[in-house]
């Protein structure tokens, strides 16, 4: 699946689905720059500090829990890493 059919599938869905917030959307949309452009689907690692940065999410917290949502709901997969230097990888899953 090519990056833009990606990204229209997600924005089409985000935008039915009443669950997600503009925290939810930034912190997906982060995740998408950081993934690979032709294949998005593809697990890549990013650390959480780039993902923060991106989405301009201040808080851990809120960081964590739109991460976890994200993952509940179906968009991503998440593998973390506990090695503080090793990012944690993450994945688009291309049914969104």
Same mark, same amino acid.
């Given at each position: 699946?090519?990056?833009?059919?990606?990204?229209?599938?997600?924005?089409?869905?985000?935008? @039915?689905?009443?669950?997600?917030?503009?925290?939810?959307?930034?912190? !997906?949309?982060? +995740?998408? *720059?950081?993934?690979?452009?032709?294949?998005?689907?593809?697990?890549?690692?990013?650390?959480?500090?780039?993902?923060?940065?991106?989405?301009?999410?201040?808080?851990? @917290?809120?960081?964590?829990?739109?991460?976890?949502?994200?993952?509940? !709901?179906?968009? +991503?997969? *998440?593998?973390?890493?506990?090695?503080?230097?090793?990012?944690?990888?993450?994945?688009?899953?291309?049914?969104?």
């Amino acid at each position: 699946m090519k990056s833009a059919d990606t990204l229209d599938q997600f924005l089409k869905q985000a935008a @039915a689905d009443k669950r997600l917030f503009p925290t939810h959307i930034s912190l !997906f949309m982060a +995740i998408f *720059y950081h993934s690979h452009a032709e294949l998005p689907l593809t697990p890549f690692q990013v650390s959480r500090r780039t993902l923060m940065m991106f989405s301009r999410i201040k808080s851990k @917290a809120t960081y964590h829990k739109c991460l976890s949502e994200l993952v509940t !709901f179906g968009y +991503i997969n *998440y593998q973390p890493s506990f090695d503080p230097f090793k990012a944690s990888k993450v994945s688009i899953i291309g049914n969104t």
